[in-house]
């Protein structure tokens, strides 16, 4: 065992200290509250998923948020900020307003994130300082949702040291937030609800989005390939898919309200359809039905090597709206450590899926996910991975050290590898990914690309920045009206993670430009 999972280990079984008064949690669950249980979210039934439109708020519960405000604090992936996006929309329906400084807030919200321990300690961290504003503002409402609400080891940790917190609900149940809140308003006790097994699928949720130039649809939730790693199919539950008439509805709307993005979202989004018992439609299938509606980029994320079809490579050469960078985790180069990690592909299977996606989309860019450290990984293991990375020559990765989850198999591996053995990893494997981002921006200079303006930039009010179809950040000088629009750029300059530009023109037939 090492010092991170000793120190997590410690966390889950809270042993008593001799000054500590006895509290029987498991009373208090029964009682109260709907409590979360790993081993229960780890099930597969076969039960059929039944789709509902009738989210409706209750006459009950109407004008509740009238006069009060709402902080919510996203961690983490796209789904979750999909999901702070329904959660604002119901929040609006109940009359709620958005605030923006959280010490004024009458709720605050933090959407949390489970899937490695830094994630999970910078939302203790911030469960300790909102004390403060509560000790201000007794009147405020503090909750915890998201994938770490799924997890009894956190929710035990909740009640025991954040007792300041006064709703937790998970990633199944956020429709029932008007229930919730109205619990948390009347209870002196913090309220649980935490659905272990994931419910329904629910059409007509609302949703506050974030910005009118990209939007996020959900296309499936859950996944069921249980890498030993990994603490999402826990805490999302089994794969169901949304119904492809839904979506195709909802991207039409999107297109005709003007936005110029999706961005298509699932956890594992190549396994879209396999739940289906009535129709055999699979992702390929549905991004060919998308790349017909007028709206200039769609994209998804993130793929599994595994399911990843020759249908669906098939659709996505066909370009037009489809964009040419596909986000492709392998996680690990060397065949043994995928085994472990039961990925169920090969590097060999892999590099041929690389080599399927590259004849078939001329130019496409490719990115990834890696963890280095993986328990018992050999320097010549690791070295697989920095092998693999270029000989796909990835343009960019997210690269993390493995964090051990409670629950799931690897937390129980025997690990020889010394931290900073695993840091030493990820920063040699860190210099090999700026070296080929670097050269991929490189590569652009004196090119004219599309760029999607977003905003201004971080750094210069007077800058405009947007992204390009492959996803990389462009900086140019031009009037703010272009916010929105599609333009062409001339790359002058590539730095280490961006493009600078000059300006050329407004983007005019904006489906057929495929830069
Ligand atoms: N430790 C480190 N990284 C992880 N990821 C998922 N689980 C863990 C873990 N336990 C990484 C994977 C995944 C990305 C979203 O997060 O690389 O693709
Ligand atoms: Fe986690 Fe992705 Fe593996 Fe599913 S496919 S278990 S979300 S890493």
């Known amino acids: 065992m090492n010092?991170?999972?000793?120190?997590?280990?410690?966390?889950?079984?809270?042993?008593?200290?001799?000054?500590?008064?006895?509290?029987?949690?498991?009373?208090?669950?029964?009682k109260v509250f709907t409590a979360p249980s790993l081993k229960d979210a780890k099930k597969r039934g076969k039960e059929e998923i039944k789709y509902h439109k009738d989210f409706d708020i209750a006459e009950e519960f109407a004008g509740m948020g009238v006069?009060?405000?709402?902080?919510?604090?996203?961690?983490?992936?796209?789904?979750?900020?999909?999901?702070?996006?329904v959660m604002a929309g119901i929040f609006m329906q109940l009359g709620y307003?958005?605030?923006?400084?959280?010490?004024?807030?009458?709720?605050?919200?933090?959407?949390?994130?489970?899937?490695r321990e830094n994630a999970e300690n910078k939302v203790f961290g911030e469960l300790g300082f909102l004390l403060k504003?509560?000790?201000?503002?007794?009147?405020?409402?503090?909750?915890?949702?998201?994938?770490?609400?799924?997890?009894?080891?956190?929710?035990?940790?909740?009640?025991?040291?954040?007792?300041?917190?006064?709703?937790?609900?998970?990633?199944?149940?956020?429709?029932?937030?008007?229930?919730?809140?109205?619990?948390?308003?009347m209870s002196k006790e913090m309220v649980i609800e935490?659905?272990?097994?994931?419910?329904?699928?629910?059409?007509?949720?609302?949703?506050?989005?974030?910005?009118?130039?990209?939007?996020?649809?959900?296309?499936?939730?859950?996944?069921?390939?249980?890498?030993?790693y990994c603490i999402v199919p826990y805490t999302r539950g089994k794969e169901r898919s949304r119904r492809p008439e839904e979506i195709i509805q909802e991207v039409r709307e999107l297109a005709a309200a003007g936005y110029k993005e999706i961005m298509l979202l699932g956890q594992n989004v190549n396994a879209y359809g396999k739940d289906f018992e009535d129709i055999n439609y699979r992702l390929g299938d549905l991004m060919d039905e998308l790349r017909k509606i007028d709206i200039p980029r769609i994209r998804f994320t993130t793929s599994h090597p595994r399911d990843f079809d020759d249908q669906l490579i098939e659709v996505l050469a066909k370009g037009g709206n489809l964009v040419e960078h596909i986000h492709l985790p392998v996680q690990s180069g060397s065949n043994?450590?995928?085994?472990?990690?039961?990925?169920?592909?090969?590097?060999?299977?892999?590099?041929?899926?690389?080599d399927k996606i590259k004849a078939a989309i001329p130019g496409v860019t490719l990115t990834t996910d890696i963890i280095v450290g993986y328990p018992n990984e050999t320097e010549e293991q690791f070295e697989e991975t920095l092998s693999l990375y270029r000989e796909v020559g990835f343009e960019m990765a997210f690269t993390y050290i493995y964090s051990p989850r409670e629950g799931t198999p690897a937390a129980k591996m025997v690990d020889n590898v010394p931290e900073d053995v695993k840091k030493e990893r990820l920063h040699r494997l860190n210099a090999v990914v700026q070296?080929?981002?670097?050269?991929?921006?490189?590569?652009?200079?004196?090119?004219?690309?599309?760029?999607?303006?977003?905003?201004?930039?971080?750094?210069?009010?007077?800058?405009?920045?947007?992204?390009?179809?492959?996803?990389?950040?462009?900086?140019?000088?031009?009037?703010k009206e272009?916010?929105?629009?599609?333009?062409?750029?001339?790359?002058?300059?590539?730095t280490s993670y961006s493009l600078r530009g000059e300006f050329i023109e407004v983007v005019k037939n904006e489906k057929v430009d495929a830069k």
């Open 482 to 494: 272009l916010i929105g629009q599609l333009v062409k750029v001339k790359v002058v300059e590539a």
């Open 336 to 354: 043994e450590v995928l085994k472990i990690m039961a990925r169920k592909y090969t590097r060999e299977h892999f590099l041929g899926l690389v």
């Open 194 to 228: 935490v659905w272990s097994k994931e419910g329904d699928v629910i059409e007509n949720l609302p949703k506050s989005r974030n910005g009118s130039i990209k939007a996020w649809v959900n296309i499936m939730y859950g996944c069921d390939k249980f890498c030993t």
């Open 133 to 185: 504003y509560k000790r201000k503002n007794p009147e405020m409402l503090i909750g915890v949702c998201g994938c770490m609400s799924q997890e009894e080891s956190v929710v035990n940790k909740i009640l025991k040291t954040y007792p300041h917190v006064d709703m937790v609900f998970g990633t199944h149940n956020i429709h029932r937030l008007p229930n919730i809140l109205k619990e948390a308003y």
């Open 67 to 85: 006069g009060r405000t709402f902080y919510i604090r996203t961690y983490g992936c796209q789904m979750n900020e999909h999901d702070t996006e």
């Open 435 to 479: 070296e080929y981002s670097r050269k991929a921006l490189a590569d652009l200079e004196g090119e004219i690309v599309e760029v999607l303006v977003e905003g201004t930039s971080k750094r210069r009010e007077d800058v405009l920045a947007g992204y390009t179809r492959k996803n990389r950040l462009v900086n140019f000088s031009a009037p």
């Open 97 to 115: 307003t958005a605030t923006d400084i959280i010490e004024e807030a009458d709720i605050v919200l933090l959407n949390t994130c489970a899937i």
């Open 3 to 30: 010092e991170e999972q000793r120190l997590a280990s410690q966390q889950v079984n809270q042993p008593k200290t001799k000054n500590e008064p006895e509290k029987d949690y498991s009373k208090y669950f029964e």
